[in-house]
């Protein structure tokens, strides 16, 4: 018997688990598996709609009780740069970028590692083996890219990024824990700017802002930040506080948050 993938995407709710961003609160997430011909063309649609990748698999939050993390990106045309962006970029100009092929190598997993026990000890990749890490990044059914920075011969920090229709998307990115006063996650963001300029794409996409999370505030220090919510992207200038408590009537059935999903017409027909 032969069995094919079905065309329109299949959407799951994953269980309950405890928040790793706010004290006190229980996740969700809405999310579907993304395989098969049309892997780049679903990735590009849920991007643009407020999800993130995670190997095979796109997720959104779909909390009972918090709509706290709100899905941020920028328009990369409207960025400035700051003062302190500026000193940040001189302090790295002697840094190389490499894009290379999704590979993973031992010396990305001690960097890795390294970064996680100075980092997110207690969080919930610390324990992530080498195989596992080889996964995370290896496990991609769309364009993707592992951007290195070396001074000189060392490594010194790692983005794993997605290249979308419209921008590119840092999936994941992690640095030398010991080299604080050069700023590494926010020149990676910069030079990620300055990429997606060459690349003459619109828009950066950062993952989620928490608001209250302080490990989540760097992503808004950034001119030109748009915030995706009530499923629109809105200039952070203009987005409403999410109320961190709600009522679990006033979150959405599954059913309905994805009938409200916009999808490709080549995937759904």
Partial sequence: MRHTLPLAPQFYVTAPQVCPYLPDRIERKLFTSIQGDNAQLLNDSLS???????????????????????????????FMTSKSQKKIIRRNNNLIRKSNSPWATEEQYDLFQ??????????????????????????SSIETRVIEYYNK???????????????????????????SKQSLGTFMILDHIAL???????YLYLG?????????????????VEIFQ?????????????????????????????SSLSLPDSIIT
């Fill in 48 to 78: 643009q709609q407020g999800f993130r990748r995670s190997q095979n698999i796109l997720y959104r939050p779909s909390c009972n009780e918090c709509s706290a993390c709100l899905s941020a990106r920028i328009d990369v045309k409207k």
């Fill in 114 to 139: 390294k970064y996680l026990q100075k980092r997110h000890a207690k969080g919930g990749m610390a324990d992530m083996d080498v195989f596992e890490f080889a996964a995370m990044i290896e496990e």
């Fill in 153 to 179: 011969n060392l490594l010194e920090s790692v983005c794993l990024t997605d290249f979308l229709v419209d921008g590119l998307s840092m999936v994941y990115s992690f640095f030398d824990p010991d080299k």
């Fill in 196 to 202: 997606a300029l060459e690349l003459e794409v619109p």
């Fill in 208 to 224: 989620y802002w928490v608001p209250g999370s302080s490990k989540m505030d760097y992503k808004i220090n950034f001119k030109g």
């Fill in 230 to 258: 009530n499923n629109s992207w809105q200039p952070l200038t203009k987005v409403k506080k999410s109320p961190l408590e709600l009522h679990p009537l006033n979150t959405a059935p599954v059913s309905e948050q994805v």
